[in-house]
């Protein structure tokens, strides 16, 4: 168990440019989801995938998110043409699915997004 | 929609004091019930759940948390602060039971232990 993986740790970029980041989730864990999080705050949804099927996308979410999960194993989250707004810890994590859905979730440490 | 309150953004006791971390869900149906840690510059942990069962629930570092289903709580509880302590709470819950539902988290508490 290595644990959930998030690249790069830190991002900084300009208004207007489109960042992806990457995450991997335990091994054998079907469920991946992606959180923000702002100081002060606690984690709000995002998305959430089952296998590669992406089950749920928070109506918080604009149309410049995007994610994919194209193999059922590593993830990636899109934003395009970003926004100060933006700016935030994006958190992964990971659970299995042979619990069914009462199974805890395993954070990675985040990707801290700075939009300037 | 399921809803995660908790009551107070900080809270600060001295070391050895009772702590006690308030959290209140919304739902007609008893969720899934979690509470996450987060120390400083680390990802969140999960530091106890309810599923089913026995309503008292013991999870790591002598914390305990017990469920109530009559007043939608599920408050979090160690009798003697430590300094390693500090951090931020968060509780969470699941949108029902069933194996599509997503996990929401409340807005989090941070504890603050005084010498």
């Known amino acids: 168990d290595t644990g959930v993986s998030q690249n790069p740790r830190h991002k900084i970029t300009k208004r207007g440019q489109n960042v992806t980041f990457r995450c991997d989730p335990i091994?054998?864990?079907?469920?991946l989801y992606w959180y923000r999080q702002t100081l002060g705050q606690g984690p709000e949804f995002l998305t959430y995938?089952?296998?590669?099927?992406?089950?749920?996308k928070s109506r918080l979410l604009s149309d410049r998110f995007s994610a994919e999960r194209p193999k059922g194993s590593f993830s990636t989250l899109e934003i395009q043409r970003t926004e100060q707004g933006d700016s935030a810890m994006y958190l992964c994590a990971s659970s299995p699915l042979g619990q069914g859905n009462n199974s805890p979730l395993h954070f990675g440490n985040g990707t801290r997004l700075t939009v300037t | 929609a399921q809803s995660v309150t908790q009551l107070g953004s900080h809270v600060s006791v001295s070391e050895g004091a009772l702590v006690l971390l308030r959290c209140n869900y919304s739902s007609s149906v008893p969720p899934y019930l979690f509470w996450y840690v987060q120390y400083p510059n680390q990802g969140l942990q999960l530091l106890l759940k309810?599923?089913?069962?026995?309503?008292l629930v013991k999870g790591i570092n002598g914390f305990e948390a017990e469920f109530k289903k009559s007043e939608t709580s599920f408050h979090l509880t160690k009798p003697s602060a430590h300094m390693s302590d500090a951090a931020e709470y968060f509780c969470a819950v699941t949108e029902g039971h069933s194996s599509a539902s997503k996990i929401i988290f409340g807005s989090g508490t941070r504890l603050s232990i005084r010498p």
């Open positions: 309810y599923t089913t069962g026995a309503t």
């Open positions: 091994s054998e864990h079907n469920r």
């Open positions: 995938f089952q296998n590669e099927a992406q089950l749920e």
